[in-house]
């Protein structure tokens, strides 16, 4: 039997249970695959990509043996949503002014306080 692919997509997560193989999603019910914001709408240091991809795999192992359902994957998605906004916050990660999308779906960006 085939393995199903199933997927989260929040505005900055994208995962799917497959494993990548020449550019193509191939399905795996044992592998998760996150796409990090699709869409560009921060700048990204390989410091701040670490600590999300470390945060995913905490959150990858914390569920190990259950099985990978929708909602595993939604609880997953939105506590990386959760995590990349604090990062935001922190002044870690910033809005990339070249994006395609300027929303400000976070929040609105860190100004330095004017004295």
């Given at each position: 039997?085939?393995?199903?692919l199933l997927?989260?997509?929040?505005?900055?997560?994208?995962?799917?249970?497959?494993?990548?193989?020449?550019?193509?999603?191939?399905p795996?019910?044992?592998?998760?695959?996150?796409?990090?914001?699709?869409?560009?709408?921060?700048?990204?240091s390989?410091?701040?990509?670490?600590?999300?991809?470390?945060?995913?795999?905490?959150?990858?192992?914390?569920?190990?043996?259950?099985?990978?359902?929708?909602?595993?994957?939604?609880?997953?998605?939105?506590?990386?949503?959760?995590?990349?906004?604090?990062?935001?916050?922190?002044?870690?990660?910033?809005?990339?002014?070249?994006?395609?999308?300027?929303?400000?779906?976070?929040?609105?960006p860190?100004?330095?306080?004017?004295?």
């Amino acid at each position: 039997m085939a393995d199903t692919l199933l997927k989260c997509t929040t505005r900055h997560v994208r995962l799917f249970t497959a494993r990548v193989e020449n550019e193509d999603l191939v399905p795996s019910g044992e592998e998760l695959t996150l796409d990090l914001d699709p869409d560009n709408e921060f700048l990204w240091s390989d410091a701040v990509v670490a600590k999300v991809q470390q945060r995913f795999q905490q959150l990858v192992d914390a569920g190990a043996g259950s099985e990978l359902s929708d909602y595993s994957l939604r609880r997953i998605g939105t506590d990386l949503e959760g995590y990349i906004r604090q990062l935001l916050q922190a002044g870690e990660l910033s809005y990339n002014p070249d994006g395609r999308v300027q929303n400000f779906s976070m929040g609105l960006p860190r100004t330095p306080d004017l004295l």
